[in-house]
T-cell receptor, first 111, second 117 residues
Framework: SQQGEEDPQALSIQEGENATMNCSYK?????LQWYRQNSGRGLVHLIL?????REKHSGRLRVTLDTSKKSSSLLITASRAADTASYFCATQMEYGNKLVFGAGTILRVKS | ETGVTQSPTHLIKTRGQQVTLRCSSQ?????VSWYQQALGQGPQFIFQ???????GRGNFPPRFSGLQFPNYSSELNVNALELDDSALYLCASSRGLAGDRRYNEQFFGPGTRLTVL
């Protein structure tokens, strides 16, 4: 079963705009990760945030985590057409354990 | 490119048949995890192998089985295929296992797309 919900299911924006995706989960976690998937192929790890962290940045990516609400958001700033992909959040209860994925958000960036 | 390879890329089988999918882990990695991703959904954990032993299993029936070899490559076997087994099967390799005090990223292969007719 999926860990939780991702919102929105699909997002269409213009190049240069910001894209925000949200993820909710159900159980206590050690960390939450965001992955990207192009055209139903392999997953690429984007960023990890630990349960004791509230915000993390990596390039144009900003991730927040609110453990009291069991939710996270991924912000992609100044989006590019190449950012078009599906984005998944995944949680781990401890390092090395299974990843529990959400259903994903499909992002389309129009040029 | 993550260094994790999977074969074959695509596969078509009929209901009731058996299938074997293969995964070569990244150099230096001793843990392989398998995931099933149905169309339009997120991946779901099937099982994990660490040093040739199964180390955790998701909610999948026994007809899903696996192996890990001394070189840490792995196979996923599915018997008595059903239509609902049609999916993208992903493997991920990493160092270490549950309980490690340090984070070890899971690197995903490109997947095998299985179609069951």
């Amino acid at each position: 079963s999926q860990q939780g919900e991702e919102d929105p299911q699909a997002l269409s924006i213009q190049e240069g705009e910001n894209a925000t995706m949200n993820c909710s989960y159900k159980t206590s976690i050690n960390n939450l990760q965001w992955y990207r998937q192009n055209s139903g192929r392999g997953l690429v790890h984007l960023i990890l945030i630990r349960s004791n962290e509230r915000e993390k940045h990596s390039g144009r990516l900003r991730v927040t985590l609110d453990t009291s609400k069991k939710s996270s958001s991924l912000l992609i700033t100044a989006s590019r057409a190449a950012d078009t992909a599906s984005y998944f959040c995944a949680t781990q209860m401890e390092y090395g354990n299974k990843l529990v994925f959400g259903a994903g958000t499909i992002l389309r960036v129009k040029s | 490119e993550t260094g994790v390879t999977q074969s074959p890329t695509h596969l078509i089988k009929t209901r009731g048949q058996q299938v074997t999918l293969r995964c070569s882990s990244q150099s230096g990695h001793n843990t392989v995890s398998w995931y099933q991703q149905a169309l339009g959904q997120g991946p779901q954990f099937i099982f994990q192998y660490y040093r040739e032993e199964e180390n955790g299993r998701g909610n999948f029936p026994p007809r899903f089985s696996g192996l890990q070899f001394p070189n840490y490559s792995s196979e996923l076997n599915v018997n008595a295929l059903e239509l609902d087994d049609s999916a993208l099967y992903l493997c991920a390799s990493s160092r270490g296992l549950a309980g490690d005090r340090r984070y070890n990223e899971q690197f995903f292969g490109p997947g095998t797309r299985l179609t069951v007719l």
